[in-house]
């Protein structure tokens, strides 16, 4: 049974700093893609960052390059997303995704999900 376990979600003031965990198993770590997607109340689910399984390939949306990193640590099945400069239009419940294809933007063409966690910053 594949699990995607998300960690350190808070309430953080604008222009603060978090970092989100996703610990995975039940499946082989280091051949999946993951990704870090959100979704914001009354909105779809938007693609945040991705990296590949070598992390040969990262990608961000544009609304954090520069200000979010995406990593993995294949040895412990884990990937990380270290948020700065947080603002309050980064509160949003914060998913952990996988999937075997590739660095991928969109919902369509992942595998498995996390069950999220919520991360605020007021305004």
């Known amino acids: 049974q594949v699990q995607l376990v998300e960690f350190g979600g808070g309430s953080v003031q604008s222009g603060g700093s978090l970092r989100l965990s996703c610990a995975a198993s039940g499946l082989t770590f280091n051949t999946y893609a993951m990704h870090w997607f959100q979704q914001a109340p009354g909105k779809e689910r938007e693609f945040v960052a991705g990296?590949?399984?070598?992390?040969?390939?990262?990608r961000y949306a544009d609304s954090v390059k520069g200000r979010f990193t995406i990593s993995r640590d294949n040895a412990k099945n884990t990937v990380y997303l270290q948020m700065n400069s947080l603002k309050p239009e980064d509160t949003a419940v914060y998913y952990c995704a996988a999937n075997k294809i590739g660095v991928v933007r969109t919902t369509s063409y992942i595998d498995y999900w996390g069950q999220g966690t919520q991360v605020t910053v007021p305004s």
């Open positions: 990296i590949s399984r070598n992390a040969d390939t990262i």
